[in-house]
């Protein structure tokens, strides 16, 4: 072996007790998301056990990238079949619908390219059983770098920006987070912050104990139920294994303070709450469960996220992360700050031309009905 080269091996995953210590050694010489941390990494290996293989990347001894790489078949249109490796996750749609975002191989600073290219050299020279590469959601720019360096043809699966407040930059300036809203945004949270005051005492609670917390997170469910629908890929808590993941997610994670559950509570109502993930300071707003109100000049979801963003502004937080999505609220609270998308690698079979050939007909088709072309 050439000095400085970099080596790709892969094998199965060992106990977790000897990963978890050398994710997080490559975890903290990092800079990664919350999805990429032992935090999540390893809660998802404990829960759902998924069979993996082990993508490591060393120089000289030395740990520089680590992947989980899972296989699975995935049907389509009823009579494709298409074998499927996915990072970080299984390819069940319903162990899947936790979504993880920010996705990637877990790589030292500065040497992300170098990692993602010799994962990608290795999984398309030595693993060959496979026909599509699934990575998501990942970076918009990262996933056409691996496009660019496998030169397999790509197929964005899903895509949606990112919007964001950074944190740090409103210290900097001593700029009230409400100034930096546009005039209508401003308006509508002042009014709605004026009627609730009419009602009662306005304030952010947290729960004191590990009980209260879970059930902060059970009362999410069903206005989440409500907001987003019961079926699939629509409101998670439809599905028990979601619940399942993130009641354990708040059972370990809020006593170390890797959960965050917050309530906006006027008087004795709880008018909205929000689950966020905390890592290395950023907020990741996850998920919330937000009331109907009648009077649609009451705004809960936005007096609620403003005035977490303002607490946690207080408490030192870098940025607060709406993460994927393109919902109003989102573009109206937030700065987009990237896009994110869930890419196939695809290799030259001929069922996968096929399929893109067919889709290219059918949005063409779409695309001539939604104009009235006529023939």
């Not at 490591?56 to 009823?78: F, K, M, P, S, Y």
């Not at 998501?136 to 496009?147: H, Q, S, V």
């Not at 966020?276 to 009451?298: A, C, K, P, S, T």
């Not at 937080?317 to 998308?341: I, P, S, T």
């Amino acid at each position: 072996m050439v000095p400085g080269t970099l080596t790709v091996t892969c094998e199965a995953v060992p106990e977790l007790s000897s990963l978890r210590r050398e994710w997080l050694d490559l975890e903290a010489r990092a800079q990664a998301s919350v999805f990429l941390s032992w935090q999540w990494v390893g809660h998802w290996l404990h829960l759902y056990r998924p069979t993996v293989h082990l993508l490591r990347v060393r120089q000289d001894g030395r740990t520089l990238g680590l992947g989980l790489v899972v296989e699975a078949e995935e049907r389509r249109h009823g009579v494709l079949r298409s074998k499927c490796l996915r990072l970080h996750q299984t390819g069940h749609p319903l162990l899947d619908q936790i979504w993880i975002e920010y996705n990637g191989f877990l790589a030292e600073r500065g040497r992300e390219q170098s990692v993602a290219a010799a994962c990608l050299d290795y999984l398309c020279r030595e693993m060959r059983n496979w026909d599509e590469f699934v990575v998501g959601a990942i970076d918009a720019d990262e996933a056409e770098a691996y496009a660019r360096h496998t030169g397999l043809f790509h197929h964005v699966r899903w895509s949606a920006p990112c919007y964001g407040v950074d944190l740090n930059d409103l210290r900097r300036h001593g700029q009230p987070y409400l100034d930096t809203l546009s005039r209508n945004t401003r308006y509508q949270i002042r009014r709605s912050a004026r009627l609730y005051e009419a009602q009662g005492d306005i304030r952010l609670v947290r729960p004191d104990t590990l009980a209260e917390a879970l059930a902060m997170f059970d009362r999410i469910g069903p206005r989440h139920l409500q907001r987003w629908g019961e079926g699939p890929d629509q409101s998670g808590f439809a599905n028990p294994d979601f619940i399942r993941f993130h009641r354990e997610m708040v059972r370990a994670q809020w006593p170390e303070g890797g959960v965050d559950l917050v309530s906006l509570t006027v008087g004795e109502r709880e008018v909205a709450a929000f689950y966020n993930l905390l890592y290395n300071q950023v907020v990741y707003f996850y998920l919330g469960g937000i009331e109907v109100e009648n009077d649609n000049r009451l705004k809960p979801g936005l007096l609620g996220h403003s005035l977490c963003i303002e607490d946690y502004r207080h408490h030192g937080f870098h940025y607060y992360d709406f993460m994927g999505g393109n919902e109003r609220y989102k573009q109206n609270l937030g700065q987009r700050h990237c896009n994110l998308v869930q890419l196939s690698l695809q290799r030259g079979r001929l069922k996968l031309r096929l399929e893109h050939m067919a889709r290219k007909a059918r949005q063409k088709w779409l695309r001539e009905e939604g104009s009235g072309y006529e023939h």
